[in-house]
């Protein structure tokens, strides 16, 4: 299993909690505006729905997607099998994660157009950093989770990935303890990783160094599949000089932190996105491939002993440590501005954040030595978007924060750590991202 220990917490609306595989599957929304969205509009059309007449059994199709009654509300669903000796139709639930059977008068298939073009809002989880003390999750175990998450907003952190899964740690609405540490309390669980050998591979999961696409649906390029390849550019030292009052040691030049890591033109790269703040526009990825050496860092960094930057040091361009305030955790930064607080930009992974003085320190020279590990990306041809359009497009971009992204580089444009950007094309299971919120976008305004 590979940790994850830079992970950004987020929001998570949990619908349904089953076990699998001798694991506590969790399935949520984390696009919760869109959500919403949808579930506003079907309490607008419930009673057109209920006067509906419901569909004969011979039209209706596997994979079909419908209408579905279910404790006295609609939801989206899809067709899983019709059984035509008890009139019953399995359906899957598009954005509660829910396989159920119901009889043929809960189904209309009269989906609305711009409803049937939303992607299912319901992600697969896995609970992380627990596994079952009797080898196998007990029914009160699985309830004690549901009572604790369904149908309310987590916050959720993930913690390792392994063959497609993504694991997490939970915390339930505004607990300070996670589930896990509830569970493990309460005798339900004890600590420790799962066994991921037992676990079949997720759907959608690509076995490394295979062809990341099928040649028939993989964009043009003409060395594909290529290799993994990682160039930094030779480039000038600038000079810099930080105060000795905080750095003992002589300092390592600045161009090895700052310096963009810089990505072959034409090459394939699998990536994770580290920050969404300017949308399809202006978004950071960290290669899959350096996920060991980020561990490091990190690790590095919140094992040194933080001495405050004193604040005539705290400068614009001036390289720390800074504690992120959405989970404590301390990472590599620089200083973009400093008036009453400082603006920092994390260098490892895109973001930027307002601080308090305070949570400014030093960073020991030996922790300069690595580049930065985040690359900053624009999607290829990218429209320049209206006010609420941009925002929309960044909404749908985060809904992708939690999985592996295939990357082809189109081009690169130079300059500095802030202004230099990677042209690319991003890619889930075969189908552009770019494109598709482009499409998207496009149905949303019709």
């Not at 399935?27 to 959500?35: A, E, S, V």
């Not at 309310?152 to 300070?176: E, N």
């Not at 009052?245 to 300092?251: D, E, I, N, W």
Request: net charge neutral; charged share 20%; hydrophobic share 35%.
């Amino acid at each position: 299993m590979e940790p994850i220990l830079n992970s950004k917490p987020f929001e998570l609306f949990a619908t349904h909690v089953k076990k699998e595989h001798g694991l506590v599957k969790i399935f949520g929304q984390m696009d919760i505006p869109t959500g919403q969205v949808v579930e506003k509009y079907l309490r607008a059309v419930h009673e057109q729905l209920e006067g509906g007449s419901a569909p004969q059994l011979t039209s209706l199709e596997v994979g079909q997607v419908i209408v579905a009654s279910r404790d006295n509300a609609w939801f989206r669903a899809k067709v899983v099998s019709v059984d035509s000796t008890t009139s019953r139709v399995v359906v899957y639930m598009l954005d509660q994660g829910q396989t159920v059977p119901l009889p043929l008068a809960s189904i209309r298939t009269g989906v609305h157009s711009q409803l049937s073009q939303v992607q299912p809002l319901a992600m697969p989880f896995l609970l992380g950093e627990v596994v079952p003390p009797g080898g196998d999750w007990s029914k009160p175990a699985i309830e004690f989770v549901t009572d604790a998450v369904v149908d309310s907003l987590c916050r959720a952190v993930v913690t390792h990935r392994a063959r497609g899964h993504t694991f997490i740690r939970l915390y339930a609405r505004d607990q300070r303890e996670s589930l896990s540490q509830d569970m493990v309390q309460c005798g339900m669980a004890v600590s420790g990783l799962p066994n991921i050998e037992s676990i079949p591979p997720a759907h959608n999961y690509v076995q490394p160094q295979q062809p990341i696409f099928p040649p028939s649906r993989a964009p043009p390029s003409p060395n594909y599949p290529p290799p993994l390849s990682v160039r930094v550019p030779p480039m000038p030292p600038p000079h810099l000089a930080p105060p000795p009052q905080f750095l003992s040691a002589p300092p390592v030049p600045r161009t090895t932190l700052f310096r963009p890591m810089h990505l072959e033109t034409g090459k394939w790269y699998s990536v994770y996105l580290s920050s969404t703040e300017g949308g399809p526009a202006d978004f950071c990825v960290q290669l899959e491939s350096l996920s060991k050496r980020l561990e490091e860092v990190m690790e590095a960094v919140n094992s040194t002993p933080l001495r405050p930057l004193p604040t005539p040091a705290i400068q614009a361009g001036v390289p720390c440590l800074a504690r992120y305030t959405l989970d404590n955790t301390i990472y590599r930064a620089v200083v973009l501005k400093r008036d009453s607080v400082a603006k920092v930009y994390y260098l490892d992974y895109g973001n930027s954040e307002l601080l308090p003085l305070e949570s400014i320190y030093a960073i020991p020279p030996g922790q300069l030595a690595t580049q930065m590990l985040s690359v900053r990306c624009s999607v290829y041809q990218w429209p320049d978007l209206a006010q609420g359009d941009r925002q929309r497009a960044k909404d749908r971009l985060d809904t992708l924060t939690d999985r592996v992204l295939q990357c082809r580089v189109v081009s690169a444009e130079g300059g500095s750590f802030a202004s230099a950007r990677t042209v690319v094309q991003l890619y889930e299971d075969g189908q552009d991202i770019g494109q598709e919120i482009r499409l998207w976008l496009a149905r949303q305004n019709q």
